[in-house]
């Protein structure tokens, strides 16, 4: 589908959906599209907020999205298992973007802590509950025993805690930050389950019919993901986006860096030359891992689960 700017340059649209409304977890995109890199690349793009990591990929299925964010534990399940016609065109997150979140006055120290609570997460059957899952079975904890109910995945999901409604809250990177900014009887503790945190994905047949497009898309957010890792000031990148989108916390100067650096450290996890990349290691790493928790049907070549080729292209000189 070409659209036609006031310039008069053709232009490939571009639908990409985030898991959830945005935040600055998902700034390369957010700040590609502010910025006009996108625009720079001939790519018309079109930004949605989605309502949940399963729902994200699933519209990408059904190709109502050209691409999609969402977890990678949720993805490489649902691709095995359910033969979900989709490959991560790139690794955002490399490590999990999650946090358990609890209250000072009765911590989560341990995933295994989370036995007879109950949870909070903003979608069930989505990421967040795959990753809770995963690194309970490999605690040796029964995810069975944790009451999981949706709520918001924002900071204001704590008080749900807070009133006795909910023994924790997963949150992502972005919450995070911001409930600890807000309160001080904020417990925070890392999830780290050895998988692709976040995944681009896309159908391999829509990539067949227009390569190009995707080599753009990626050329452009990591131009976008890059500036903001390299970035000693974030001011400047806070207002461009502020300036397009509405993002949740980004009105709070101080607490909007403190996020957009940590969501930035998480991206280049694994060295600034692995930005965007899928890491062969990480991802055998990772299949090896749900096949133990016994999560997926089979054992699969992990490098039939992803493509660099696309990000190969986009990054030639």
């Known amino acids: 589908m070409l659209s036609f700017p006031v310039g008069g340059r053709a232009q490939t649209a571009f639908n990409f959906i985030t898991p959830f409304t945005f935040s600055l977890a998902f700034a390369p995109v957010l700040y590609a599209d502010a910025a006009g890199y ?6 018309a793009m079109n930004l949605q907020a989605g309502k949940g990591a399963a729902l994200a990929a699933q519209m990408t299925i059904a190709k109502q ?6 977890g990678g534990t949720n993805y490489i399940v649902s691709r095995i298992n359910n033969d979900a016609p989709l490959t991560s065109i790139a690794t955002i ?20 802590d989370l036995e007879g609570r109950t949870v909070g997460m903003a979608t069930l059957g989505g990421s967040m509950e795959g990753t809770l899952d995963l690194m309970m079975t490999g605690a040796g904890a029964s995810p069975e025993k944790v009451e999981k109910v949706k ?5 204001a999901s704590f008080a749900l805690i807070e009133a006795g409604r909910a023994g924790a809250f997963i949150g992502n990177t972005s919450s995070m930050v911001i409930a600890s900014a807000a309160r001080e009887d904020v417990a925070v503790m890392p999830i780290d389950d050895g998988m692709p945190g976040q995944v681009y994905v896309a159908r391999p047949d ?7 497009k995707f080599v753009s898309f990626l050329r452009a957010t990591h131009r976008a993901a890059s500036e903001i890792v390299g970035a000693e000031d974030l001011l400047p990148i806070l207002k461009t986006i502020g300036e397009k989108h509405d993002v949740t916390g980004i009105k709070n100067a101080d607490t909007a860096q403190k996020d957009l650096r940590a969501n930035a450290q ?33 054992t699969v070549p992990a490098a039939e689960l992803y493509t660099n080729d696309l990000l190969d292209q986009a990054l030639k000189a």
């Open 206 to 212: 829509q990539i067949a019919e227009n390569p190009e």
């Open 266 to 298: 998480n991206w280049a996890s694994k060295g600034e030359e692995n930005i965007l990349r899928n890491i062969p290691e990480v991802w055998e790493r990772a299949v090896g891992l749900l096949s133990g928790a016994k999560l997926i049907d089979k």
């Open 65 to 70: 999205m050209d691409s999609g964010r969402t």
């Open 93 to 112: 997150a490399q490590m999990s973007p999650f946090y358990v979140l609890s209250s000072t006055a009765n911590p989560v120290k341990t995933i295994a």
């Open 38 to 43: 996108y625009a720079d690349e001939g790519v």
């Open 151 to 155: 709520v918001a995945d924002s900071a």
